[in-house]
């Protein structure tokens, strides 16, 4: 079976295509598909896989004409161009399989795709791949949420990407956090308790990564790193050690909630590890929004003095911020540029 997958285009301007630090750096996209060649490698491995990534290449007809298959998919700004995709693979008479957060989430706006594949991969591949194999050529298979173990995870397929387009390589340590922002779909796709690959699946996909020459920056994709902090300060001390055997190849980014600044042995260990930027949400500079977003963990603190720890532990801080929420007032604007400037 020949399988195409198509990485959908983001919409231009969305926060994932911050296309003047890649011309500074020389890549033609921030972030490598991670999820695709996730379920490529849970697909037979005598099966012919092709990556064409959207944001970084053209898709030919000529790639269109030689798969039996596609598989596509990804988040609500790869929306339009998923459906695109959809609508290309119905007009050469190919069928498509969707997967990824926003079929997952919104699986009523994908029906014209012949499969969808909703929910985490791993555990529901095999009843595509039978499906498949009886000759179905429509189908939805769903995972249960936030129940997938994620330590029977392959290892993704590195191989196919090319991984000189690229700011940066994701490798994927946990999924779900435990926290309940009221705005955030990672706790409805992937649950409040965050689950862990084991350290010695994390180094296989790191020495993957470094046996192909990669080197660098690899950002570490989970939803909040420091979701399930014991089973991290477990892994960090391996991490710590594999970098030193190979004289550092790799500087690290990831995402953390804002109380990562409470806890001064696990911002060393990160550092030590060498963690150099960590995007933390901090949404908002008005305690009443925050506290009605649920976003509790950064309340009751110096938003700009959990900054700073954080600065000082020699880690960058990457912001989120969203502005629009019911409970803002006419001075939203005002607070959040003094906090920034703080
Ligand atoms: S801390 Fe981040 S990942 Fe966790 S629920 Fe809040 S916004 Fe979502």
Known sequence: CKVLMIFPRFNANSFWNYQAACDLAGARYPAAPLGLITVAALLPAEWDVRLVNRNTEELADADLAWADIVMTGGMLPQRNDTLHIIAMCHACGKPVVVGGPDVTSSPALY???????LGEAEE?????????????????????????????????????????QYLHVGVQFSRGCPFSCEFCDIIELYGRVPRTKTNAQVMAELDALYALGYRGHVDFVDDNLIGNKKALKKFLPDLR???????????????????LADDPDLLRSLSDTNFFAIFVGIESPDTDSLVLMQKKQNTRRSLQQSIETIHKAGIFVNAGFIVGFDSEKGSVAQGMIDCIED
């Open 241 to 259: 050690r594999w970098q030193e055997e190979k004289d550092f190849p790799f500087e690290f980014s990831t995402e953390a909630s804002i109380n």
């Open 124 to 164: 529901i591949m095999d009843g595509f791949i039978a499906a498949w194999r009886r000759g179905d050529r429509q189908g939805v298979f769903e995972a249960p949420m936030g129940k997938t173990d994620v330590t029977k995870s392959p290892l993704p397929r590195f191989d196919l990407l090319k991984l000189d």
């Open 111 to 117: 029906s014209a795709a012949n499969f969808q594949v």
